[in-house]
Each structure stands twice: as C-alpha cells, then as structure tokens.
C-alpha cells in the first residue's frame, strides 16, 4: 500500500512509520513547508500539493501541535483548535476532488471528545461531552466532511493516553517516579483510558482491513484504570515508591485549566467497535504492559 501520513515525525506517527513500511508498504510523508516536494503542505496559508501521479491507497492525519505543552491562554486554546480544522480541513477537500482517491482517510481524534465523565463508560455511540477538549475534537472531526461527501470511507480515530517510553505521557512521568516523586493526581479515582503504542499500530492495520469500520472508532485498551491504579503499577514496575500525592490545588496551580481537562478528571472509554469488528487484542493489563515498556 501506499499511505500518506502528516504528523509523521510525532509519537503516533513515528511508530505508524516504522510498522507499516516494516511490513514492505511505502509511507509518504506530508512534508510541512516545502511546497515544491511532491508531497508538501504549507495549511497556514492553505496550500497543498498531492503528487497526482502517485496512487495513494490511505491517507492518516496526524497533524496537529501538543494540546499540553503550553499552559492554555485565549491565543493558546486558538491556535490548538485553528491549527487542527484548518490543516484537516484543507486535507479533505484536496482528497475530495482528486481524480484518484484514496481507499480509506483516517483522522486523529482523541477520547477528550466525551469530556470528563466520572465513572460511567462511554464508547463511540455517546455524546461529546463538556470542556475545552470535546470542543476540539467536535470541530476536528467535522473537518473530513468533504471527505466524506466524496464517497471516501473516513475513520476518525479517538485516541486514549499512548503508552510509550518515546515520548507522550509515560516519558514524561518516568523521571519524577524514578526519584520516587511519583503519587496520585487529586483524589485518584479519575479513569485514564489508555493504549500501548506496539497495540496502537495493529489497531490501525486492522482498520485499514476492515471495510465495514467507518466514523468514530476508540483507540483505547479494554482495561481502563483510575490514576490510583495507574500510579500504582507504574511505581510496582519501577520498583519506586508513590507516596507523593498532588493535590487538585497544586494541580491547578502548576498547570492551569489543563489540570482540570487531563490531569483531575477522565473517561472510563470502551473500545466497542473495535470489539464488535473483532479485532483480536494482544494487550495484557496495564502493569504487564509496562512491564513490556520499559524493560
């Protein structure tokens, strides 16, 4: 196959990378800023060129800057939602009028789309919940319209916390647990609906098979943990103690309005399509996979 990818170089799709072109497809990377490449893009000035003598088999986007690497501020919360509808928006519409159109355009999402929910699962067929992150993800995910109103099967694909030692939110917490910094975010009891990145990619490849699987699809483990929990087998794996709690104030106080999105609350995420598709989970519960992580 041939796969075009933009994002290329992030967490997710350094590792869609690495699996599909191990696996002898060709990966085409949407290079960011050289309109003259044969495949590049410049979406803040709403430009694009897809080489028209390339096939191409399935499109993923990625594209998109970190929605928790800067502390959110009105410009801040602009740019996350602007850079995303813009950049997927101007995708969709250059894949709806090319003579040759793809099979399959996948999108990223992420399971903020629910917004938090306290103990009670949701899965593809609930509603997008409250706060600033269901906000993006609502206005994301519309982006692929014209895509989709071209006849292009389009997935959209909401993603839990990707578990890896590259980067994302597992690197980041690896150095303060190691000192034995580590500890319970608020009261603890929030869900964290998370995936490993090995089961990420075969998750994609199973999409890209499965023709009946359209729209809204969670890319999430069937075993969803509350931050208690999580703390708790990340420090057995580590071999650390977590006695340092961070309580909601600190919380706050260090990271704003993203504390009160991703850190003190959360989503019990079910991934219901890819089970009534079945797809055939090699997951283990979450300390066995961390076990697999980082040793």
């Given at each position: 196959?041939?796969?075009?990818?933009?994002?290329?170089?992030?967490?997710?799709?350094?590792?869609?990378?690495?699996?599909?072109?191990?696996n002898a497809h060709l990966v085409i990377p949407l290079v960011?800023?050289?309109?003259?490449?044969?495949?590049?893009?410049?979406?803040?000035?709403?430009?694009?060129?897809?080489?028209?003598?390339?096939?191409?088999?399935?499109?993923?986007?990625?594209?998109?800057?970190?929605?928790?690497?800067?502390?959110?501020?009105?410009?801040r919360k602009l740019e996350l939602?602007?850079?995303?509808?813009?950049?997927?928006?101007?995708?969709?519409?250059?894949?709806?009028?090319?003579?040759?159109?793809?099979?399959?355009?996948?999108?990223?999402?992420?399971?903020?789309?629910?917004?938090?929910?306290?103990?009670?699962?949701?899965?593809?067929?609930?509603?997008?919940?409250?706060?600033?992150?269901?906000?993006?993800?609502?206005?994301?995910?519309?982006?692929?319209?014209?895509?989709?109103?071209?006849?292009?099967?389009?997935?959209?694909?909401?993603?839990?916390?990707?578990?890896?030692?590259?980067?994302?939110?597992?690197?980041?917490?690896?150095?303060?647990?190691k000192l034995g910094l580590g500890g319970v975010i608020g009261d603890g009891r929030q869900y964290m609906s998370w995936v490993n990145v090995n089961e990420l990619t075969a998750m994609v490849e199973f999409i890209i098979g499965c023709s009946k699987i359209s729209g809204p699809v969670n890319l999430v483990s069937r075993q969803p943990v509350t931050n208690r929990e999580f703390t708790k087998s990340l420090g057995a794996v580590l071999g650390r103690p977590t006695l340092i709690p961070m309580p909601p104030f600190l919380a706050s106080l260090l990271f704003g309005e993203i504390a009160k999105e991703l850190l003190l609350t959360g989503a019990k995420v079910i991934p219901h399509k890819l089970i009534d598709a079945g797809y055939q989970f090699k997951e283990g519960n979450l300390e066995n996979t961390l076990n697999e992580l980082l040793h």
């Open positions: 196959m041939n796969i075009l990818v933009t994002g290329a170089t992030g967490l997710i799709g350094t590792a869609l990378n690495t699996y599909f072109t191990n960011r800023g050289k309109s003259a490449h044969q495949f590049g893009w410049q979406p803040d000035r709403g430009m694009i060129f897809l080489d028209k003598v390339v096939d191409l088999d399935v499109v993923i986007n990625l594209a998109g800057p970190s929605i928790a690497d800067k502390r959110w501020d009105k410009q939602i602007e850079s995303r509808v813009s950049a997927t928006a101007l995708l969709a519409a250059e894949l709806a009028k090319r003579k040759q159109k793809p099979k399959l355009f996948i999108s990223a999402s992420a399971v903020g789309f629910y917004g938090p929910r306290g103990d009670g699962a949701v899965d593809e067929s609930s509603d997008s919940g409250t706060g600033f992150l269901a906000e993006v993800t609502r206005k994301w995910e519309l982006a692929t319209k014209l895509a989709e109103d071209a006849g292009i099967r389009t997935v959209h694909l909401r993603t839990g916390i990707v578990l890896s030692p590259a980067g994302g939110a597992l690197q980041q917490m690896l150095m303060p647990f």
